[in-house]
């Protein structure tokens, strides 16, 4: 199993350009979520999903979107990129429920 | 509305001491408590999670525990290793809709020095 991926690692946009986060997990996890991760900051709970074709919006949603037509797939979409959105990006799984979620590697986002 | 407040933000011990990591909660309905590591430059990981019926709980020389009526829980390592070296993150329920969500505290740094 290569439990939940990410991509890119690292990217640089510029102001008011747009982008899509990739996520995949290939453990069958009906739960997905994303988080931002600011400098000596805990994680914050952008968007998360219950299953495929369930999506809704977590403490700090705006300026991005999701979507899951899959199990596998979770990506994040930003647009109009800020300097705000500067930070590391993760995407995590979880079987349901409270239980142990599963975190991707980050991806690492810059905006100039 | 929902909050995780944990302290310290930075701890430095000697290398065999004990740390002791406390997060509070504001919601007396909160029932699952994890704790995740993460070193430098990786993701998050759970070491250790507590649910409300329980009041402590062990795994070899990490522990949480609960305390319900004052609304907090502690994360213990005992016999530090430099290895435990890390930003150390509690978690508690975030019911802004799905059961499973979590809300994150700040972190604390551990630094265990050899």
């Known amino acids: 199993n290569a439990g939940v991926t990410q991509t890119p690692k690292f990217r640089i946009l510029k102001i008011g350009q747009s982008m899509t986060l990739q996520c995949t997990q290939d453990?069958?996890?009906?739960?997905m979520y994303w988080y931002r991760q600011d400098p000596g900051m805990g994680l914050k709970l952008i968007y998360y999903?219950?299953?495929?074709?369930?999506?809704d919006k977590g403490e700090v949603p705006n300026g991005y979107n999701v979507s899951r037509s899959t199990t596998e797939d979770f990506p994040l979409r930003l647009e109009l990129a800020a300097p705000s959105q500067t930070s590391v990006y993760f995407c995590?799984?979880?079987?349901?429920?409270?239980?142990?979620?599963?975190f991707g590697p980050g991806t690492r986002l810059t905006v100039l | 509305g929902e909050n995780v407040e944990q302290h310290p933000s930075t701890l430095s011990v000697q290398e065999g001491d004990s740390a002791v990591i406390k997060c509070t909660y504001s919601?007396?309905?909160?029932?699952?408590f994890p704790w995740y590591k993460q070193e430098l430059g990786k993701r998050p990981q759970l070491i250790i999670d507590?649910?409300?019926?329980?009041g402590e709980k062990k795994d070899q020389r990490i522990a949480v525990t609960l305390n319900k009526t004052a609304k907090h829980f502690s994360l213990h390592i005992t016999e530090t290793q430099p290895e435990d070296s890390a930003v150390y993150f509690c978690?508690?329920?975030?019911?802004?809709?799905?059961?499973?969500?979590?809300?994150f505290g700040k972190g604390t740094k551990l630094s265990v020095k050899p």
């Open positions: 995590a799984s979880t079987w349901g429920g409270r239980n142990e979620q599963f």
């Open positions: 453990m069958n996890h009906n739960y």
């Open positions: 999903s219950v299953g495929a074709g369930i999506t």
């Open positions: 919601d007396s309905a909160s029932n699952y």
């Open positions: 507590i649910r409300s019926n329980v």
């Open positions: 978690a508690g329920p975030y019911y802004g809709g799905s059961q499973g969500n979590l809300i």
